[in-house]
């Protein structure tokens, strides 16, 4: 088992930037992919970027150039760093482990998730 906990969020405004973490405990972290997803009211949850337990890295379009995805393996961390933040990127954003992939299958392990808001 993985435990997942996201923290970070909170309320900024348009064009700002916010740094989402993801600490993670249980089985080692490092053999994981680690992906963001984010889930809108009355939308489904979406894929927002992951990072392969190697070199991969994906990033949905409508945050590619805004959005960086890292981890720090020794720290069991992962973290989403989000600049030009848009009103639309407001959603409750979660972190997964599991593996590499664009999907929500793809992932066994999810946090609860921490709430972005951003202001017009």
């Known amino acids: 088992q993985v435990q997942l906990v996201e923290s970070g969020g909170g309320l900024v405004q348009a064009g700002g930037s916010l740094r989402l973490s993801c600490a993670a405990s249980?089985?080692?972290?490092?053999?994981?992919?680690l992906a963001w997803f984010r889930q809108a009211p009355g939308k489904e949850r979406e894929f927002v970027a992951a990072?392969?337990?190697?070199?991969?890295?994906n990033y949905a379009d409508s945050v590619k150039g805004r959005f960086t995805i890292f981890r720090d393996n020794a720290k069991n961390t992962g973290y989403l760093q989000m600049n030009s933040l848009k009103s639309e990127d407001t959603a409750v954003y979660y972190c997964?482990?599991?593996?590499?992939?664009?999907?929500?299958?793809?992932?066994?392990?999810w946090g609860q998730g921490t709430q972005v808001t951003v202001s017009s």
């Open positions: 990072a392969a337990s190697g070199a991969g890295i």
């Open positions: 997964a482990a599991g593996a590499y992939g664009t999907k929500y299958h793809d992932y066994g392990y």
């Open positions: 249980g089985r080692t972290f490092s053999n994981y992919a």
